[in-house]
């Protein structure tokens, strides 16, 4: 099934096409699945109370592990809403209107630490976005350097003069791998009549031989003592201007920017930095749309802003689409993914869901956001008090002039003396105080409540009645570097709770919040995402109660000849059928069905508990949020054993002790069942359910037991964490046999 969006009658921008078949097998499943747990409800419900009437079993057991299945229900719940209504979509850039009618463009780049982001990756990054395939005239880029660091300044510097090489080598040849790093390093799929053409291979040679010499100039400048971040700098807004160039505009727009910070002012991370290229390049270019990229996501596809423009320039579209996001790709994945890096089921079925309803959330890179949806529309109408207008957007009269504009672009002359008044406001907008007693982070730009920014902000852009969408391209758009490592992966996972479970604890809560001002399953899945750390209630009961009610001989489950087993084992059987499902059609291998399973326990029993725990004290005002970048640096014995897919399990004790108490101890709880089974026949109906579920939770972590046993290499378990694991497991065992004996 097919919806036309048109730009003509005759010739449509893109086009959406309804997943009608998978639409069927998800409701359907969604039908039995709902029956079921209904039915399971019933049998948790009717066995505490005849526990509680009777007393002849410890209630405990049974009323954690319905907990846990309430909690496992509800966010099961919530999760089918991304299932109801799955899309694609197809565009036709070469319908676009001609260059000169196409919208300016700025992009927002963001680093942080010049130690865990390293500055050649950064500027190649920067290379790659002055190379996209849209006129030069209309591209603006801008860094945003929260490190404030002068070797990421100096270095830019560099790129503006490898790029006057860069750019016009890939315009004149078709270049389609436009990051020169990535171009350099793989087989380029270049037209055979260019590889055969004399002229292209020796100015490919000249490229080559000028890259080499950048990249060794920016390393050698990352690799010295200067090359540490500033917490406490002034503003700095320098226009990467080369004298060499009389016409700047035959070159995209390059553009430096490191924002005031004082240890003083809170500066809310990733936010503050978008918030301040917001108001610094409105004075600047002012382009009505932006493209938001990670510092270490290049460009792939030099076509991503046309494809972009093909749905901010549908007339059908354009009026309410806030922004287009493209799925997070990276260009580092090993063949296995043992630490589930693509987040695959995010980008490549979630999204499509959400892109059924009202569009997919704002994901932190990638997407091509119209200035105007950051904006509070009613305070920019006619006849409003200037003073209110300040009040909310600051005390810059230029900012507020452009304001009035509606984002209409406009570029600074690059001609004029670079500390005229133009630019010298631009220091005044990205000064610490400007912020202050404004609506900056809370009603006007990206939201500052919650370290998920990203998530956040889309959930506000969306209760405004914006629409976003969702595209994949044929050829990645974007390619960053995936976490190599547990400690990366379970750290990032921490943050990402905390932020999601801020959201979830407050009044925009989006069960709260989103119902009213946003359809109910657009509510929803905002609801899974920032409910999803409470996950780690239900995963620490099914981690615990059972083996620790087998040891005992409780029974918490129905036994096998009891009807009540088959409905246990449908849930679960079908639950994993259609995920394997699901995984068969993004066109992953069925190992991925493993890999993320046991992503999610391991998450579950420490990233989300600690998320939580982060978010429940600064809500508190005990604790104070906190962002770390996660670390690109390239270590080559990470990078060997991700290939290899080896966990590499030097982290810290805190994720790894309960990973290694739990695991053995289901282990053990298993072993001592199966003894058990091998004496009394008849003990495998009673316990079959608890037996399965200790040997499913130890078949999960035996990269645990491996780690902890086996392996002889730097990435396994250390021995005093298994020290540490030992004593946890005595405490477990000691205080969870008094738990279940009540």
């Not at 966010?75 to 799955?86: G, H, S, T, V």
Request: net charge neutral.
């Amino acid at each position: 099934m097919t919806l036309q969006t048109m730009n003509s009658a005759s010739y449509p921008l893109n086009l959406c096409h309804l997943k009608k078949s998978t639409l069927i097998i998800n409701r359907l499943y969604i039908l039995f699945h709902c029956i079921a747990i209904l039915i399971l409800i019933f049998f948790r419900i009717s066995s505490i109370l005849s526990i509680f009437h009777s007393k002849n079993q410890p209630l405990i057991p049974h009323l954690l592990i319905f907990i846990s299945e309430l909690t496992l229900s509800f966010i099961w719940f919530l999760n089918q809403a991304f299932y109801w209504p799955p899309v694609t979509r197809t565009v036709f850039p070469e319908r676009l209107p001609e260059d000169d009618q196409l919208p300016p463009i700025d992009v927002f780049i963001c680093t942080a630490d010049p130690r865990a982001e390293p500055p050649l990756g950064v500027m190649n990054t920067v290379i790659s976005a002055m190379a996209l395939n849209y006129p030069v005239e209309k591209l603006s880029v801008y860094l945003s350097d929260d490190g404030g660091c002068p070797v990421t300044l100096e270095a830019m510097r560099e790129a503006l003069k490898f790029a006057k090489l860069w750019v016009p080598f890939c315009k004149k040849y078709g270049v389609k791998t436009i990051s020169p790093e990535a171009y350099f390093t793989s087989e380029e799929d270049v037209d055979e009549v260019m590889v055969d053409s004399h002229e292209f291979g020796a100015d490919e040679h000249r490229i080559k031989e000028e890259y080499k010499l950048f990249a060794q100039k920016v390393t050698m400048m990352s690799e010295s003592q200067s090359c540490i971040p500033n917490k406490d700098h002034s503003a700095v807004v320098e226009v990467m201007v080369d004298e060499s160039i009389h016409d700047q505009r035959k070159m995209p727009l390059l553009v430096y920017v490191s924002r005031e910070k004082r240890p003083s002012h809170p500066h809310h991370f990733k936010a503050g930095a978008l918030n301040a290229l917001v108001r610094v390049s409105s004075l600047i270019s002012n382009s009505p749309y932006i493209l938001g990229l990670d510092c270490d996501m290049y460009c792939n596809n030099k076509n991503s802003a046309r494809e972009a423009m093909c749905f901010h320039l549908d007339p059908n579209l354009s009026s309410s689409l806030a922004f287009v996001q493209f799925p997070q790709t990276f260009h580092n994945i090993s063949k296995h993914d043992i630490y589930e890096s693509q987040l695959r089921c995010t980008f490549k079925t979630l999204w499509l869901g959400m892109d059924g309803i009202k569009g997919p959330c704002l994901s932190g890179t990638g997407y091509y956001l119209k200035r105007e949806a950051l904006y509070e529309l009613p305070l920019i109408q006619e006849g409003i008090n200037l003073k209110e207008v300040k009040q909310c957007f600051g005390s810059s009269n230029e900012f507020i002039r452009l304001l009035y504009k509606k984002c209409n672009a406009k570029v600074l002359d690059c001609e004029k003396d670079l500390f005229d008044e133009s630019l010298q406001e631009t220091k005044h907008l990205a000064s610490c105080e400007y912020e202050n007693d404004t609506k900056w982070g809370n009603e006007v730009g990206f939201r500052y409540f919650s370290v998920t920014e990203d998530f956040y902000t889309s959930i506000h852009i969306h209760c405004k009645h914006w629409i976003s969408v969702n595209h994949i391209p044929s050829r990645p758009a974007f390619l960053g570097s995936c976490t190599t490592n547990l400690n990366d992966v379970l750290i990032q996972g921490t943050r990402w709770s905390a932020g999601l479970m801020e959201v979830a604890l407050s009044r925009f809560s989006p069960l709260i919040y989103g119902p009213s001002r946003m359809p109910i399953l657009q509510s929803f899945c905002y609801a899974w995402l920032a409910f999803l750390p409470t996950a780690f209630i239900s995963l620490w009961i099914l981690a615990t109660i059972p083996f620790l009610s087998l040891l005992s001989h409780i029974t918490i489950y129905p036994k096998v000849t009891n009807p009540f087993f088959l409905v246990f084992l449908y849930v679960f059987v079908l639950s994993n059928l259609q995920h394997m499902r699901e995984i068969h059609s993004t066109g992953a291998s069925l190992q991925t069905w493993k890999y993320e399973q046991r992503v999610w326990m391991i998450k579950g029993i420490t990233s989300h508990l600690y998320g939580s725990a982060h978010a429940i004290m600064e809500i508190l005002g005990v604790k104070e949020a906190n962002f770390l970048p996660t670390n690109k640096v390239v270590n080559e014995d990470e990078v060997k054993l991700h290939q290899m897919g080896i966990y590499n399990f030097q982290t810290s004790s805190i994720f790894l002790v309960p990973l290694c108490s739990l695991v053995t101890l289901n282990l053990l709880a298993f072993i001592v069942g199966i003894i058990q089974i091998v004496f009394r026949r008849e003990y495998v109906d009673a316990m079959f359910i608890q037996i399965f579920l200790t040997f499913y939770i130890a078949l999960m972590g035996y990269p645990v037991l491996e780690g902890m046993m086996l392996r002889k290499d730097k990435g396994r378990i250390a021995t005093n964490v298994s020290c540490y694991s030992l004593i946890f497991s005595v405490f477990i065992l000691s205080f969870g046999k008094l738990l279940v004996a009540y």
